[in-house]
């Protein structure tokens, strides 16, 4: 296929000229689409929110940015703005709740706030009060109309109206042939199989790999670039979901991050405790797992979890398969151990849990929701029957060039009865293993200090419950009973 093709508030279009880097927001807003918005064009606000129809796997509607994505992403995509709700002239019933509670005011956010909520009105899992928080938090209001716009999404949540919608979700599926498109001097490929996507490594040397692109929009939108020549994975179904395979779970690189905090709940809950606030639904609607860790950021939030859980990362090349310890994985700031022309598949992660088998994970951000880490930790420790410490992995983001483990921390704890004594110990180990730089988010001694104390904050937390999760609300790191 050389041309884009989707459709947008039920009508099929087909693009062949607009450049690759269009985002779908400006794409949109050109077709005199207006009600979706520019706010921030990165992320944060929300303004921009329109709903995909997700069709491979469990079928469902997705709040996504529209300006994190480029408009061949949605190549065979069915996508719904503000104005495609509407039926014979009356509003959807999310339009109608907001205007009955009163929830636009200057009107800005609307459109947005609107479209977040109709993905929360044919969602049928809404039951923790904190989904709601959830659903909505990627959504600014700048005049303070919270309670009117949270009264609305409370009232048609989970509603499910026997409407066009909700047949569409079990309608027909589209399944688009691969995309290699060409316009304005750049090129996107988005291919359907490994095979072909291989085929295309080899052929088109020095391209830009991209997935759910909530990085690489910004280069577009912050940076003004354009990269010349982008492949794309979200094609590859084989790459994306979440396997159980009895002693450990197999997580497919494309698994958008939402998916994985649902997968995680039962059989994860560090991960799903670190997921909770990673960012907006709308971000975790898009962003990867492979992308978090290829990114390689020192402050990336899933790399300490995947540290502390001794994760494996899985890649292919034209050379074959390889498997890589997580230790081995991150050689530098932002770099990693993968050869050029090879792509992470997927990570494998042991399930360390039964008696004895402490585990958990911290985020410590200036702001509760979208906001990235000062300091994120996970950390796995397994006692023997008699309470002495016979495994220690504590894992760190925001104290390094890249996500470390403190091995001088793990080596205290190891052999000695599990006590704060011993715990106290290791959090002036903590102090030895880095050397954490100061910047708008921390400083070195604030960093230093939090590495400490969630070390110690594990310690009170876990004598409450070995796998401590969040609470429906939680306004701290570390539960209110455990505070001392």
């Known amino acids: ?41 990165e992320g944060d606000c929300g303004a921009c929110t329109v709903a995909i129809l997700e069709e491979e796997g469990t079928r469902r509607f997705r709040a996504v940015n529209a300006c994190l994505m480029l408009l061949p992403m949605v190549h065979g995509k069915k996508i719904w703005t503000v104005e495609g709700l509407e039926t014979a002239g009356q509003l959807h019933p999310v339009q109608e709740a907001l205007v009955h509670e009163l929830g636009s005011q200057c009107g800005y956010c609307t459109p947005g706030v609107v479209m977040s909520m109709f993905e929360a009105c044919y969602r049928g899992d809404l039951v923790e009060p904190h989904q709601l ?28 109206p026997s409407d066009r919608f909700l047949a569409a979700l079990s309608g027909p ?14 090129r996107f490929f988005l291919p359907r199989t490994e095979a ?39 094609g590859i179904s084989s790459l994306a979901g979440c396997v159980d395979r009895g002693d450990h779970v197999f997580i497919g690189a494309t698994t958008r991050l939402s998916d994985l905090e649902t997968f995680a709940r039962p059989a994860l809950p560090a991960v799903e405790r670190m997921l909770r606030y990673f960012g907006s639904r709308q971000i975790k609607h898009r962003a990867t797992v492979g992308g978090n860790l290829v990114n390689a950021s020192p402050i990336g939030d899933l790399p300490p979890v995947f540290l502390a859980q001794g994760a494996t990362v899985h890649t292919l090349s034209a050379a074959g398969r390889r498997a890589i310890d997580i230790d081995d994985f991150f050689v530098g700031y932002r770099r990693t151990a993968l050869l050029p022309q090879e792509i992470v598949t997927g990570v494998s992660l042991h399930k360390r849990r039964g008696p004895g088998v402490l585990a958990t994970a911290y985020k410590v951000s200036k702001r509760q929701e979208l906001d990235i880490s000062t300091v994120a930790a996970a950390f796995v420790v397994e006692l023997d029957p008699a ?93 209110p009973e455990v505070i001392r």
Request: aromatic residues 6%; contains cysteine; charged residues 25%.
């Open 1 to 41: 296929m050389d041309a884009i093709e989707l459709e947008l508030n039920g009508q099929r279009i087909v693009e062949r000229t607009a450049s690759p880097t269009t985002t779908l927001l400006a794409w949109i807003r050109q077709r005199g689409l207006t009600g979706t918005k520019e706010g921030c064009a």
């Open 133 to 160: 928080d959830d659903q909505m938090c990627g959504n600014l209001c700048r005049c303070t109309g919270y309670r009117p716009i949270r009264d609305a999404a409370r009232a048609v949540a989970g509603r499910r």
């Open 173 to 186: 599926t589209w399944a688009p042939a691969s995309l290699s498109y060409a316009a304005a001097g750049q």
């Open 196 to 234: 072909e996507l291989i085929e295309l490594l080899g052929a088109q040397a020095g391209a830009r790999i991209v997935a759910g692109g909530t990085d690489l929009a910004l280069e577009v939108t912050k940076r003004f670039e354009a990269p010349p020549l982008l492949i794309s994975l979200d």
């Open 387 to 479: 309470g002495v410490v016979e495994r220690a992995r504590l894992a760190y983001g925001g104290m390094a060039a890249t996500p470390a483990r403190a091995r001088g921390a793990e080596q205290c704890l190891i052999g000695q009865p599990w006590t704060e004594a011993l715990i106290e110990a290791a959090a002036s180990a903590v102090a030895k293993d880095f050397a954490p730089i100061s910047d708008h988010r921390g400083s070195a001694p604030y960093r230093r200090l939090v590495a400490q104390n969630l070390l110690r904050g594990f310690y009170f937390e876990t004598a409450v419950d070995p796998e401590p999760r969040h609470g429906p609300r939680p306004t701290g790191t570390l539960r």
